[in-house]
């Protein structure tokens, strides 16, 4: 399972967001208020691993610079966690040289070389119609 928190700030000012996963959705919720009782959960949504990577580098664009899996609070990160699978997809294959690519292509083996694996397995007869390279 997928979740938002939000953070002790939450009713501060300065409001950011973690988007973590879970396999134990009770534990880990009971574990996040006794460290941090000011904080909440604000959605949730069924998903792995992978989804919660894809989340991550698909809110690039609203991460906090020096923490890994938390989001600054923008309307738009409520809007893309609720996204389908097919849609963050589309966004990520679309914006590859920037999301998954950049600095370098994901070493084998990684989750990041996992997901532009699959998505250039998805998408590779559409491009190979349009005669775009892969990468």
């Not at 949730?44 to 580098?57: A, F, N, Q, S």
């Not at 966690?81 to 084998?108: C, M």
Request: proline share 4%.
């Amino acid at each position: 399972m997928l979740y938002l928190y939000g953070s002790g700030s939450w009713e501060n000012n300065r409001k950011i967001i973690k988007i973590g996963f879970t396999d134990d959705f009770e534990k880990r919720k009971q574990s996040y208020y006794l460290h941090n009782p000011l904080g909440k959960i604000l959605d949730t949504r069924e998903g792995d691993e992978i989804l919660e990577l894809k989340l991550h580098l698909r809110l690039v664009d609203y991460k906090v610079e020096f923490l890994d899996e938390w989001f600054y609070d923008e309307e738009p990160v409520f809007k893309i966690f609720q996204e389908t699978v097919e849609e963050i997809d589309k966004w990520l294959w679309e914006n590859r040289s920037q999301a998954l690519i950049y600095p370098t292509i994901p070493l084998p083996g990684t989750k990041k070389r996992k997901i532009l694996d699959e998505l250039r397995s998805k998408y590779s007869n559409a491009i190979s119609q349009e005669g775009t390279k892969l990468l």
